[in-house]
């Protein structure tokens, strides 16, 4: 069983850039397909940006396309989002989960099919 641990949140001005990083103990994250999430209060979850658990594939909410990039690095067992020019809308709590598929190229969209979740991270950018 994988554990997450999110952090690089904070708060950033309009057209600023965070890099959030996932950190994984108790498995690999190559074994996974893994998500990044946020959520602001009042408001379902929502997918922002995926990576297949072969690493090659990328799925990313049309809010964010051309804005974030996701990664993973092997050696560190960590997957990152970095977030460039940065909204007051993409200010939420955002949360990297894992999805235990077999497939190599799926990419989740829906949070109910993540299977672990780390604590999230508060980004807040001002404007």
């Known amino acids: 069983q994988v554990q997450l641990v999110e952090s690089g949140g904070g708060l950033v001005q309009a057209g600023g850039s965070l890099r959030l990083s996932c950190a994984a103990s108790?498995?690999?994250?190559?074994?996974?397909?893994m998500g990044w999430f946020r959520q602001v209060p009042g408001k379902e979850r929502e997918f922002v940006a995926g990576?297949?658990?072969?690493?090659?594939?990328?799925a990313y909410a049309d809010s964010v396309k051309g804005r974030f990039t996701i990664s993973r690095d092997n050696a560190k067992n960590t997957v990152d989002l970095q977030m460039d020019s940065l909204k007051p809308e993409d200010t939420a709590v955002y949360f990297c989960?894992?999805?235990?598929?077999?497939?190599?190229?799926?990419?989740?969209?829906?949070?109910?099919?993540?299977?672990?979740w780390g604590q999230g991270t508060q980004v807040t950018v001002s404007s």
């Open positions: 990576l297949s658990r072969s690493g090659g594939g990328r």
């Open positions: 989960a894992a999805d235990r598929t077999r497939s190599l190229v799926i990419i989740r969209t829906l949070g109910l099919e993540y299977d672990y």
């Open positions: 108790g498995d690999t994250v190559s074994t996974y397909a």
